[in-house]
């Protein structure tokens, strides 16, 4: 993972970043919609505008968060909730406004850290690496391999479906933990 990171060019490590963050989404709370982050997929696609994107987006989300209210928000109180979420929030805030290559391979690098972790929380096991954590782990390497070109038809488009994927997972464990939280 450190190594294709390390080779991945700005696109690759912009959409690395912006994946784990998208499947992430889930923890801003049950009303945000799933689709925010599309301003900042297509930007990757036709190279515009990133930190009006980025603006945009951030904009929505903390609408969204100043909405919330107790138990209903993202916050302590709802399962999957807390430090998971406080995670994608800082994975958030950390997008850098600047598409460089240096800038986004310390926020790529990061939003892989704590979209491991994220997952890690909600699926702690005593033994070995959770079943959460490992797709999540091959999650990020297959969109790091499709946009490096070591998997056949990779593109953003392959990228986005499979950060979808990962997506509902992530809602299904939180819906999952939330059933199982007295």
């Known amino acids: 993972m450190v190594e294709l990171i390390a080779q991945a060019d700005e696109t690759g490590l912009a959409a ?16 945000v919609d799933e689709q925010v982050l599309r301003p900042l997929w297509a930007n990757l696609a036709d190279g515009t505008a990133w930190d009006g994107a980025l603006a945009g987006v951030r904009r929505t989300l903390t609408a969204e968060r100043a909405g919330e209210s107790g138990a209903g928000g993202a916050g302590p109180a709802r399962p999957g909730g807390g430090e998971a979420a406080a995670l994608a929030r800082r994975m958030l805030a950390a997008v850098p406004a600047e598409r460089t290559a240096g800038a986004l391979r310390t926020w790529a ?5 704590a979209a491991l972790q994220v997952h890690r929380l909600l699926d702690a096991t005593d033994e070995g690496v959770a079943p959460l954590v490992a797709a999540e782990l091959r999650r990020q390497i297959r969109v790091l391999e499709l946009l490096g070109g070591a998997a056949p038809g990779g ?21 999952r933990r939330a059933r199982s939280t007295p």
């Open 16 to 31: 690395s970043g912006l994946a784990c963050l998208d499947r992430c989404v889930p923890l801003f709370g049950d009303g």
């Open 109 to 113: 690098d990061g939003c892989s850290a």
């Open 155 to 175: 593109g953003l488009r392959q990228v986005l479906d499979v950060s979808t994927e990962g997506r509902r997972v992530l809602r299904a464990a939180i819906s």
